[in-house]
């Protein structure tokens, strides 16, 4: 018995072919094992970058807010501009703000959100059904009469124009 | 057949080629496993994106079936600062709605104000829903240094975030002035008299409504009165007000009943004040033969079987000048009881 056993370990004949075999074939399973990896991880990410793209555009598509009302004063020069977030979705933050004509501009950034009763919103956005205004010192008187545009881009990217009448 | 050779080969000692065939069809099925993988990924968001899509136009298209009228708007300024808007709302739309803020802009003194505490009123209308929020229900904008001299515009937002504008009608026809003549317009339909109970009032405050008087009975007389004046200022009433009869065919018979307060339970008092601001009913009792008194009146038995004409003389000031209207038209029949 033992006999035997030496005699199978000790013959050489083709091992080289399915050691070479074994090693080729381990070595592609190996690499392909690697490349699985390397695919799934880059297909992960893939997806989460589109998973959150599409979450913030969802998001964004979820965001109403309505200009209940626009108000110009000449002393102090402000524009108080009164929102509601009638939407679906919470955390509606006011981004920056701009005030414009034909031929003037002035923007605003991250200006304070106040309850309609006067105080200051805490977190500084409007939740479903919220009400809301913002109060935009102007650097320059407008003109009587004039037509004036008002955009607010919201934290989110979400745009909403309104006008008013100065 | 292919893959019997393949395990032949391998098991005849000649693998050559095996590896690339392993390689292949791991090669494959990477390549079916991350496709597979991100193109269901990027259906399921496609169909979340068009979801949010979907819900956003449902929004926007309720937002646009939404559709709640005004009519019968008047404004008023019953307090300094106060103003009250007394409005007809019909929800005329295919959906429901909820009114959840008022705004009004003084545009006398370029001055604007909101009550959002409406909600209160449980302003939700379903389709085909009417409310009435006038007298008691009428709702209060606060306006700081606001007369009701001034002109006023305003407009309601609903949840969905529609404006509403407040459609003024015409407030004070002419002819809608007691016929033409004066601040105060009389309703000839509400007319009515009370006989006594003691000291209190019959039927308080419903009465008896005809213009058949009895005779030899202590009565008053019951008056509903709106103030429709064209400058939509108050009138104060003073004690001289009073209602007067008179007979054609009984020359110098006259009967005067001045004007009264009267408690809920229909307890005659003796006259303090009464103020009836712009568009305000108010129905006015006049039971004494004494100014500023209490003391019972009935027509005499002289005049029985007679008519005779009514007329309302009204005294006081209406803003912060005198007033004085006198509204004829009512007739009476004085029947023996």
Redo the contacts between chains.
Sequence with gaps: MCRRILRFLSDKRALSDVMSATMLAGTVVTLSLVVFAWSQNMSSNYNYQFSQSVGVEVDRLKEKLVFEYVYYTSAPKSVSVYLLNCGTIDNVGVLSVYVSNSSWLQSFSSPSLKFLNGTTISDQDLDRGEEGYIVLSLSTSLKDNAYYSIRIVTVRGATFDSSFVA | MIRALWLKK?WR?R?KG???V??TV??I??VF??ST??FL??IS??A??NQ??K??NQ?NADKLNENIVTSNVTYTVPLPNKVKVDVKLANTGSVSGQV??L?VFDTTIQR?G?N?TISSLNLNMNPGDVLYLAGSNGIIVTIEGASSTDNFVGWF?T???N?IALQVEQSVIIANLAQGIGSIALDFYAFRYYTYNGSKLVNYPAGTSSFNVPSRTDVAFGIVLTNLDPSKQTITLSSYSQLWIYFPKAPGQSYVWYIVDVAPDGNVIPYSSVTIAYTQTKMLVFASSEVGGFIKISIGSAVENLPCALNLLLLGTIGTRDYGQNIPFVSLYIYKP
């Design positions: 391998i000692g693998s095996v590896s690339s392993i390689g791991f090669l099925l990477v496993a991350i993988n991100v990924w990027t968001q496609s979340t994106y949010a899509v819900d956003a929004k959840i803020n705004w604007y909101f959002n937002v949840a969905r975030g404006t």
